[in-house]
């Protein structure tokens, strides 16, 4: 298997599932600069509102939008789905099944460049005429459906191109995922033995195939609309704006679980490693999550309570959406009774996956505001939303995602992360989140509503400015608290602590290759005896764990 | 929390704050019951030499409680929460006076908000309407009833203080209603991102006692001597 390859074909044209997990991941990473980017430029508009943005210059109602809704688009669909889904998807998945590799190799190579693609096509709209779509990153019509309204002719075309480009790379990957799970699995691996991460892995991917076809259905309407004035969500051509968006939030919604179960699937092999005990209740895990994924798909009208839909509606919609609290406090209590009477070990890993737990726990209580309809009619597009999502978004897809690579690292490179600067970025980046989005639920009670440039235009909000101001400090040193963890990553790939196979004693499969595996994975095909957790189990005696291709 | 919030001018304005009230006291209660719990364990259970970590894989139906137990606690706070939102959510927006005292038209569009109300004969659709720009004039304690569209993009009224927000969608005419309780001048603003001008799209709801009002008319009214399309 590990004849000698070309250049182009181990880093670039690479059909190893490693490498395009790893490709992936350093994408995902680059965007995540770039809108954090876009982020420091319009939060300092909002901070000092007529002062120009050093680096942006003049912060025109224009631009702002473009930088709203580019941050928006980057960091949910070329950060969050790259990262979690795709990139950690694809380097451990196989791993931890005891495949080869992905089912299908090569499509496995297509799905990262179709995707690299699309990040190409989005970032290009910056360079067309009109710049690139202001319309938010929901996109909704009229607003994004004739050029005239928005200002944006090949912005708009170029963002729709890149969203389809993105989801044919993702439906690919996602049947990869569900491929190989379902046949490539070594021997004794039943399903119920899979790593809690697989399981979290193929619900997502489901999940995402079932809610994506109306959202590339809407998508298409969309491009309809703009390129031969069809009239789908156009009044005056028969056509209804609302439409649009039932399509969109029926895969948008669904769309949180799908990243944050790859989030909870993360912190599954986190907590049980460091606090060396088994995950708590993996059974019920694995069952509320699938009523939770099947829960996401009747709770998408709780965006639109005051969208002008059948008031009638909000009573179910705001019952399902509360309801689907259950079976996610079921998942979090587990993870947190996994903790109780463990011996615990503060790593970087352990602490942003401890940190991931906690700041989401903020998140999920505030959507309950969110998802009561009266309670939404204030709360609706103000910055309490915002703050919200934020508080939900952040934990899963930058403090999960920064987890799972301070974890995986020594089997990606061989070598360890520095531990010392992994908790100052931890503890810098920690304490900067909350400063920059703990004051946004205030001015948000405050009644300020989202996407608009310049607060101090509104009396009632202009008061809050200091909240801005202090965000936006706090955006600003979350941005550098990355500096060290920059280094420290490429640094440590060729530098850091030489690691052996199982630096962290853990008990799933990847743990028992060579680190990094070769192409091909395993030096022997593993065969698996156990659950993927048995740790501090009875009777062991020189260790507190056991891995599960070990016979006792 | 509700010292955040700007003063509620109007009849249903309580309810909406007392469900958020609601909410805030039942999931803050259990925030800083797990997260309490959660930092006790992280705290209590650091690993310590000669200390293993206990083998409780969770699947026995007493642990299985622990999880069950708080579970069912939290659908019935979720049913509870439902409980108490459903009927102010309801008398919102879904029942409108039988009799309002005032119809007022309301249109959003790039970039202003387009008010017809109706004149001293009361009705729309007449020659006294007034027409304003981002103005919007009622009567203290009168129940006034809207009739919302837009005439491009979508929009969304937003009165922050009348704890009223409503999407003006093209296409549709979304009828809502409210009742203000205090005069006064407060902020009227777009919440839907409606284009390059979406920041600056904003106006003022004037509160009037009925003598002002009066005054208004009087002065504005096409039949008046001044024909004013702007308000005041």
Known sequence: MDTKESFLRKYVFSVDHKTIGLQYLITGLVMALVGGLFAYGFRSQLAWPNEPVLGFGQVDPDLYNSLVTMHGTIMVFWVAMPILLSGFGNYVLPLMIGAKDMAFPRLNMMSYWTFFLSTVVLLSSFFFPGGPAKFGWTGYPPLSAQPGFSGVFWGGHLWILAIALEFASMLMGGINFLTTTLSLRAPGMSLFRMPILVWMLDIASIIFMFSVGPLIAGAFMLLADRLFNTGFFLPAAGGDPLLFQHLFWFFGHPEVYVLLLPALGILAEIYPAFSRKPLFGYKMIIYATIVAGALSFIVWAHHQFISGIDPRLATPFSITTIIISVPFAIAVFSYIATLWRGSIRLTAAMLFALGMMAEFLIGGVTGIFNGSAAADIYLHDTYFVLAHFHYTLFPITVMAGLAGLYYWFPKMFGRHMNEFWGKVHFWTTTISFNVVFLPLFAIGLAGHQRRIFDPSLFDYIAKYQYLHVIATIGLIVMIIAQVPFLLNFFISMRKGKVAERNPWRATTLEWVTPSPPGHGNFETDPVVYRGPYDYSLPGLKDRDFINQAETL | ?232
């Not at chain 2, 202003?112 to 720009?133: F, K």
């Open chain 2, 1 to 232: 929390m509700m010292q955040w919030f700007p003063e509620n001018i109007s009849t249903y304005g309580q309810g909406v704050d007392h469900v958020i009230q609601v909410i805030y006291w039942i999931v803050g209660a259990w925030f800083v019951v797990v997260e309490g719990l959660f930092l006790y364990f992280i705290l209590r259970y650091r690993r310590k030499d000669g200390v293993r970590a206990a083998y409780e894989p969770g699947t026995s139906g007493k642990a299985l409680a622990w999880i069950l137990i708080p579970a069912v606690v939290i659908l019935g706070f979720d049913v509870g929460i439902d409980l108490v939102q459903g009927p102010v959510w309801n008398e919102i927006k879904l029942t409108l006076p039988a009799k309002p005292d005032q119809i007022i038209r309301i249109k959003g569009k790039q970039f202003v908000w387009d008010i017809t109300h109706p004149g001293r004969d009361g009705a729309l659709d007449t020659a006294d309407d007034i027409q304003t720009l981002n103005q919007l004039n009622v009567p203290l304690n009168a129940k006034i009833v809207f009739e919302l569209t837009a005439e491009d993009v979508i929009h969304s009224l937003w009165l922050p203080n009348l704890r009223l927000k409503q999407d003006a969608v093209p296409g549709r005419t979304i009828k809502g209603w409210f009742q203000a309780t205090k005069e006064g001048d407060y902020p009227l603003a777009c919440a839907e991102l409606c284009g390059s001008g979406h920041g600056t799209m904003r106006g003022q709801l004037h509160v009037l006692n009925p003598a002002d009002y009066q005054k208004w008319l009087d002065e504005n009214s096409p039949q008046s001597p001044e024909v004013s399309s702007l308000g005041h």
